[in-house]
Nanobody, 126 residues
């Protein structure tokens, strides 16, 4: 069993900042890529930021959607099996439920599986 638990969401005024965390626990051998997605009201879930595994080239490569580039920063702490999303200069359109995703191997020989957190609400008021 693997669990992803997000925290750090809340209500913030436009221009403010929030830091989301997502901790993975359970039967974990290794974690490959980790990502943050969000789903705004009446919208489909979209990829916001992605960070590669330690072995990726370049090391810990990152990707951001155009809508958050320059404002959000994704990072990971492998010792804690945790991924973070630092969100600055927040806008009302950033409002939504934020989900973390991780690609995890539970044993050395296992095929990596996809795991999702339960989501954390971020509301940005104008």
């Amino acid at each position: 069993q693997v669990h992803l638990v997000e925290s750090g969401g809340g209500l913030v005024q436009a221009g403010g900042s929030l830091r989301l965390s997502c901790a993975a626990s359970g039967n974990i051998f290794s974690i490959n890529a980790m990502s943050w997605y969000r789903q705004g009201p009446g919208k489909q879930r979209e990829l916001v930021a992605h960070i590669g595994a330690d072995g990726s080239i370049p090391f810990g490569s990152t990707w951001y959607s155009d809508s958050v580039k320059g404002r959000f920063t994704i990072s990971r702490d492998n010792a804690k099996n945790t991924v973070y999303l630092q969100m600055n200069s927040l806008k009302p359109e950033d409002t939504g439920v934020y989900y973390c995703y991780a690609n995890i191997k539970t044993t050395p020989w296992a095929i990596p599986g996809s795991y999702w957190g339960q989501g954390t609400q971020v509301t940005v008021s104008s």
